[in-house]
Every structure is written in C-alpha cells, then in structure tokens.
C-alpha cells in the first residue's frame, strides 16, 4: 500500500513500503521497550540524549522563569514582614531542641561507641531545590536542581522539613530524578513509632499503602510511621506517613491500611538529599554466597519447568 | 496539488527547514514543565501529524520514531513508549491523508481526534503492562485540546505556503 493507496511506478524511487517501515520501526521501538522495562540497560543512552537536550529543556524554562520572577518581584512587602516574623518565632522555638539534639548525638555516639556497635555515620546533606514535576503521567516523579556535578548518586534518599518525599532514581549532568513515595514502584521499609511494629510502606498512586501486615497487626489509625533504617537507604526515625483507617474485614488475610504522607510531596520547594549510608552489614562469608545462590538458581529453575 | 477547502488555493511547495522548525519549536513547548496539568495539548504528536497528513512522503515514520524516543528522554517515561505511538500514528496519518485532505478542516478535526486518542491509548497499554498507575480518564483531555487547535494550527503551518491572491477571472483553476 503506498500513500495514495497504489503501488508507484517502478521508477518512482520512494524507499521500503509504508507497511516495511511500520513493521520495522515498530518492532525496534518494542524491543527498546523490553530493554528499558524489563533489562534496564538503556540508562546510558539516557543519559547520553538528556544531555544533549538540556540547552533545549533549559531554554523551555525561561518563559516559566521570568513569569517566577515576576511573581516575586511584585510580592507585597508585609507578605514578607510576616513571613520574616513567623521563621523568627519558629527559629526561636526550635533553637533549645536543637542544641539539645547536638548534646544528645554526642552522648549517643559515645554510647554506641562503648558498645561497640558499629557507629551510626553522620549523615551529610545537601540542599536542593525542586524545579518540576516530570511530565510522565503514569509515574510520580520530581526533577531537583542537583546532580552529577554536585555528586548526587541514585539511590539517596530524599526529604524535606516535614518527612519522607522518595528515592533519587537517575541522575543526569545537573540535575537528577527524583520517585516520590506515591509511586506505585516505590517502597520504603516503616516501623510504626507507637510500638515498633515493622513493615513496608508501598506507593498507590495519590496515597500510600502499608502492605502485608496480618488482619490483627496492632496498627491504629492515628498512627505515625516512622523509617526503620533496615534498608541502608533511608536513615531510621525520618517520619514518613500517618494511617488513615484499617479495614480488617477484607477477604485476603492481610489487612487494607491506606497511609496519607506526612511530607508535602506535592508542593515545590527546597528538599535535603541525604548523603548515602555506607556503612553496610558484613557480607556473609564468601564460600557460602556462591553456592547458596547457585542453589537458588537451580530451585527456581527447576520450579518454571 | 492538495485541496484545502477553505480557499481552494493552489499551495507553494513546502520548505524542508520550515518543516524541521516547526517540530523543534512543538518539542520546545513540550519541554515547559506543566506537571500533572490535564488537557494540555502534546505538542510534537500534533505538529507531526499535521506533517504526516499534509507531506506524507517528507515527514514519515522515521521522524515519529525519533522524536518519539527524544520525548521519551525528556519525558521520563519509558525508552520507546512515545517512540512507539508516534510510529503507528505516522503510519495512521500518512495512510489516511488522501482521505483527510478533502474533507474541511472541521472534519478534519474530529478525523485526527482518534488518532489521537489512538495514540494515547498505545501509551497507555504499555505502560499498564509494565505495572504503572493508571492515570486518570481526565488524561485523555489532551486529545481533546489537540483536536481543538487543528484548525489553528493548519492555518500557521500553512501560512508560508499560500501564495498572495490574483484577482484574475479568466484563471482556469
């Protein structure tokens, strides 16, 4: 079939018919596909293109820019006294719990340290800024104004002065990718703060989900959940989200517990990227990993026969 | 000759840059950061449909299939996703544009509405497969708003091509 619904003549020079060039292109777009979706080796040529398109990207903000300026050029001066008033106070208010944390991160280490527990690193920070929501629909994601040049590696975590907000999950020249907790391939291992019940909190969409607990798992709505640190991403005691209700009655045996976050993740503003943890528990010893993976390996072989 | 109904005009023929800056232009609107602002409209899926109907033997497959990955990449979304859609809209388009062209741009409206819902909906698919959130019936407004802005945008992508009246009652055309 050609464009005007018969073949050309012969001498017509017009490349491989439409129905080839369908057939070809669409079964390279699918096998980019299968290699980005299920192999996730394409983040090179990621990179690569976002790279070359970030003169393009940059020069898409500048309309956005200016009307942002404009914004604050044309602020009311007493919205700004009364902020200024308002971080005073709250600087006030917090300035005795922070020294006091200082005294009590000294007294812990020390502690720990008589213990002979492996020392809790500091953990450094840097601050970011949120520039945009990514324009992808089926995926909760936020793009931050740090990244390669400023050292900012996948895998750190992400929070602002209220809680938990994600993960940063690929990073480019300058800037760097950032999955929200709401995304539904997003998980985060909680414990809650009221007795110390640990489970895994999953994204679902506008909300949060706390997954795999049994029907009778003391969890009450009110309830704060707080980051477990059994992950070596996220530190412990970050709080992360509150339980709405707990429906028991449901026909699985775990039980439905919808979470609300209690970090404003859809708000732009500046968030911490936390420094990676990188003291990690001792590997196992290295004579058993092998073989105890070969024998995975062959359980679950012999399991898809 | 293409038939545009609306003036009958006879067109000059297209020039190749005007083409390329048009779509890089359409990708630079795709880049301004809306978020998760339903009904705005996909740009470069418009602008290369628009080629695909009107010059279907210089903007093809292989153009969809590159912009298609380009926004993939600024996008976010999955390698391939967009590249896939805009394949089997360019195929779509350049297929139907004989049929297309002769209707009024009205009805061409509600012609390239489900191509372009078409389109949205391959996404869809494929990003359902690979377990993503569904995102809501209020996506599908974007093909809306672009099916609106057919008529516009038919006569700016056309404006470098008319050529200036002649009042001469004896033409034969």
Same mark, same amino acid.
């Given at each position: 079939?050609?464009?005007?619904?018969?073949?050309?003549?012969?001498?017509?020079?017009?490349?491989?018919?439409?129905?080839?060039?369908?057939?070809?292109?669409?079964?390279?777009?699918?096998?980019?596909?299968?290699?980005?979706?299920?192999?996730?080796?394409?983040?090179?040529?990621?990179?690569?293109?976002?790279?070359?398109?970030?003169?393009?990207?940059?020069?898409?903000?500048?309309?956005?820019?200016?009307?942002?300026?404009?914004?604050?050029?044309?602020?009311?001066?007493?919205?700004?006294?009364?902020?200024? *008033?308002?971080?005073? !106070?709250?600087? #006030?208010?917090? &300035?005795?719990?922070? %020294?006091?944390?200082?005294? +009590?991160? /000294?007294?812990?280490?020390?502690?720990?340290?008589?213990?002979?527990?492996?020392?809790?690193?500091?953990?450094?920070?840097?601050?970011?800024?949120?520039?945009?929501?990514?324009?992808?629909?089926?995926?909760?994601?936020?793009?931050?104004?740090?990244?390669?040049?400023?050292?900012?590696?996948?895998?750190?975590?992400?929070?602002?002065?209220?809680?938990?907000?994600?993960q940063v999950t690929r990073v480019f020249p300058l800037t760097?990718?950032?999955?929200?907790?709401?995304?539904?391939?997003?998980?985060?291992?909680?414990?809650?703060? *009221?007795?110390?019940? !640990?489970?895994? #909190?999953?994204? &679902?969409?506008?909300? %949060?989900?706390?997954?795999? +607990?049994? /029907?009778?798992?003391?969890?009450?709505?009110?309830?704060?959940?707080?980051?477990?640190?059994?992950?070596?991403?996220?530190?412990?005691?970050?709080?992360?989200?509150?339980?709405?209700?707990?429906?028991?009655?449901?026909?699985?045996?775990?039980?439905?517990?919808?979470?609300?976050?209690?970090?404003?993740?859809?708000?732009?503003?500046?968030?911490?990227?936390?420094?990676?943890?990188?003291?990690?528990?001792?590997?196992?010893?290295?004579?058993?990993?092998?073989?105890?993976?070969?024998?995975?390996?062959?359980?679950?072989?012999?399991g898809s026969r | 000759m293409q038939p545009i109904h609306a003036?009958?005009?006879?067109?000059?023929?297209?020039?190749?840059?005007?083409?390329?800056?048009?779509?890089?232009?359409?990708?630079?609107?795709?880049?301004?950061?809306?978020?998760?602002?339903?009904?705005?409209?996909?740009?470069?899926?418009?602008?290369?449909?628009?080629?695909?109907?009107?010059?279907?033997?210089?903007?093809?497959?292989?153009?969809?299939?590159?912009?298609?990955?380009?926004?993939?990449?600024?996008?976010?979304?999955?390698?391939?996703?967009?590249?896939?859609?805009?394949?089997?809209?360019?195929?779509?388009a350049s297929g139907l544009s004989r049929r297309i062209l002769?209707?009024?741009?009205?009805?061409?409206?509600?012609?390239?509405?489900?191509?372009?819902?078409?389109?949205?909906?391959?996404?869809?698919?494929?990003?359902?497969?690979?377990?993503?959130?569904?995102?809501?019936?209020?996506?599908?407004?974007?093909?809306?708003?672009?099916?609106?802005?057919?008529?516009?945008?038919?006569?700016?992508?056309?404006?470098?091509?008319?050529?200036?009246?002649?009042?001469?009652?004896?033409?034969?055309?």
């Amino acid at each position: 079939m050609s464009v005007a619904g018969h073949a050309p003549p012969p001498f017509f020079k017009r490349g491989p018919a439409p129905l080839v060039r369908l057939a070809f292109f669409a079964t390279f777009s699918l096998l980019l596909l299968i290699a980005d979706l299920r192999f996730h080796t394409l983040e090179w040529a990621r990179l690569t293109i976002a790279t070359a398109a970030w003169p393009l990207q940059r020069a898409a903000w500048l309309p956005l820019d200016a009307a942002e300026d404009l914004g604050d050029y044309l602020t009311h001066q007493a919205t700004l006294q009364k902020e200024n *008033r308002e971080l005073h !106070r709250r600087q #006030l208010e917090t &300035a005795h719990l922070l %020294l006091r944390q200082k005294h +009590l991160e /000294a007294e812990n280490q020390r502690l720990r340290a008589f213990l002979d527990l492996r020392a809790q690193h500091p953990a450094g920070a840097r601050v970011a800024e949120i520039l945009y929501a990514a324009r992808d629909p089926f995926s909760r994601r936020v793009i931050i104004d740090k990244g390669m040049q400023q050292d900012i590696q996948a895998g750190q975590a992400v929070i602002d002065e209220l809680g938990v907000i994600g993960q940063v999950t690929r990073v480019f020249p300058l800037t760097a990718e950032v999955t929200l907790l709401t995304d539904r391939q997003q998980m985060i291992p909680v414990q809650v703060q *009221r007795n110390g019940l !640990r489970a895994v #909190l999953a994204g &679902a969409g506008d909300r %949060l989900e706390l997954r795999f +607990l049994a /029907a009778d798992a003391d969890v009450r709505p009110g309830d704060t959940l707080v980051t477990s640190g059994l992950d070596d991403v996220y530190p412990s005691g970050l709080p992360v989200a509150r339980v709405n209700r707990v429906d028991n009655n449901t026909a699985t045996n775990f039980a439905r517990i919808p979470c609300t976050p209690l970090a404003a993740l859809d708000q732009h503003g500046l968030v911490l990227v936390l420094a990676l943890r990188t003291a990690k528990p001792p590997h196992p010893e290295e004579s058993a990993a092998p073989a105890a993976a070969a024998e995975a390996g062959q359980r679950i072989r012999r399991g898809s026969r | 000759m293409q038939p545009i109904h609306a003036s009958r005009r006879i067109l000059r023929p297209v020039n190749r840059l005007f083409i390329a800056i048009s779509l890089l232009v359409a990708l630079l609107l795709n880049l301004i950061p809306f978020g998760r602002l339903p009904g705005i409209p996909d740009w470069v899926l418009l602008v290369l449909t628009f080629w695909c109907i009107n010059q279907p033997l210089k903007v093809n497959m292989g153009a969809g299939f590159l912009l298609g990955l380009l926004m993939d990449v600024v996008d976010g979304s999955a390698m391939g996703q967009h590249a896939l859609a805009y394949v089997l809209l360019a195929f779509a388009a350049s297929g139907l544009s004989r049929r297309i062209l002769w209707f009024p741009l009205r009805q061409q409206a509600l012609h390239v509405l489900p191509l372009f819902l078409g389109t949205q909906v391959v996404m869809l698919l494929v990003r359902l497969v690979a377990g993503a959130e569904f995102p809501g019936l209020l996506w599908f407004l974007a093909s809306a708003s672009s099916a609106l802005l057919w008529y516009p945008l038919t006569y700016l992508l056309l404006l470098p091509q008319f050529r200036p009246e002649e009042k001469d009652d004896n033409r034969p055309i």
